[in-house]
C-alpha cells in the first residue's frame, strides 16, 4: 500500500481548522467579529431630573455595528472608535430612579457553522440614576 503524503495533511489540516476556530489558520472566519469588551462607563451615577444625559462606554473590539444596552435594550449609539462608544439616556429609556445594567452588543458576522466565534454581549457595568 502506497503512503498518500497529500491525503495525510489535507487531513491534519481541515482537522487543525474545525478544532482551533476562528483564529489567523482559518480562512473562513474572514468575517467573525470579535466579542466586545466593557471597562467602564462614564457618567456611572446620572440624575433622573437631568435626562436626556450622555454616556460613554470604554473597553475593546468595538466596532462599526456594536450598540450600547440599558437593560438589554438597544441605544442609538455612536462608534466614537474601537475603544470608545456613546448614547444619550432619556427618560422614555429610564423609567425611574434605580440601578441599570449597560453593557455592549456586537452583532454576529456571516460566519455560519465554521468553528467561528463572531459577536457578542461584553461583561456588564451598573448605571445609577437617582
Do not use: D, E, Y
Not at 25 to 52: D, E, H, K, W, Y
Not at 89 to 95: F, N
Not at 104 to 122: E, F, H, I
Amino acid at each position: 500500500m502506497r503512503f498518500n503524503k497529500f491525503a495525510l495533511l489535507s487531513s491534519w489540516l481541515v482537522a487543525l481548522l474545525l478544532l482551533t476556530g476562528c483564529n489567523a489558520l482559518n480562512p473562513l472566519c474572514g468575517s467573525a467579529r470579535p466579542s466586545p469588551s466593557l471597562s467602564s462607563i462614564s457618567p456611572s451615577t446620572m440624575v433622573f431630573a437631568q435626562l436626556p444625559q450622555p454616556l460613554t462606554a470604554t473597553g475593546g473590539h468595538f466596532v462599526a455595528s456594536s450598540v450600547i444596552l440599558i437593560n438589554g435594550a438597544p441605544l442609538a449609539t455612536t462608534v466614537v472608535s474601537s475603544s470608545q462608544l456613546t448614547a444619550n439616556v432619556t427618560s422614555s429609556m429610564i423609567p425611574a430612579a434605580g440601578s441599570f445594567k449597560v453593557q455592549v452588543q456586537t452583532p454576529s458576522g456571516n460566519s455560519g457553522n465554521l468553528g467561528c466565534s463572531s459577536g457578542g454581549t461584553s461583561g456588564a457595568q451598573t448605571l445609577t440614576v437617582n
